[in-house]
């Protein structure tokens, strides 16, 4: 690896769950140059609530990155990217497994999370992965990869 090399990973982040936990952890022990925690802001009451339950022992700050329009995936697409054009950067996106109730937000349900890691893998030197939600109290796995691996 290039000395000049930029280790960048970015968790995207719904809840402040299990699940989430087990990412930050996962991210942790790539030893990334760079590690993000970003929220992307569909639902403002829900941002809040994440905000005030955001602990700063979880190593990192969240970002609030305003999403118009909720086009989450456009958001998400633009955010890697931008990352991933960085001379020497190699990007890594964590999306944690989830479980769901009713007060918790949206962002991984259903078919977003497919729809998110669809264009989030297509960008260039950016490998994906997707932490399980039944794995998510235990040990997270790598259970996704991006589109140079095999």
């Known amino acids: 690896m290039p000395h000049d090399s930029r280790r960048v990973v970015i968790v995207f982040i719904d809840d402040p769950g299990l699940s989430t936990i087990a990412a930050l952890r996962y991210a942790r022990n790539l030893r990334p140059t760079t590690m993000r925690a970003v929220h992307f802001v569909i639902d403002s009451q829900q941002a809040e609530r994440l905000r005030a339950s955001w602990q700063p022992d979880r190593g990192v700050p969240l970002e609030f990155v305003e999403c118009p329009h909720r086009r989450l995936t456009r958001c998400a697409a ?34 977003m999370a497919d729809k998110i890691a669809d264009v989030v893998s297509r960008v260039p030197n950016v490998a994906l992965i997707i932490i399980p939600p039944s794995r998510a109290a235990s040990e997270p796995s790598m259970s996704g990869h991006g589109p140079a691996d095999p």
């Open 78 to 111: 633009d955010l890697v990217r931008h990352e991933a054009e960085s001379p020497g950067a190699q990007v890594s996106v964590i999306l944690p497994g989830r479980s769901f109730s009713p007060q918790t937000g949206r962002l991984l349900h259903g078919r």
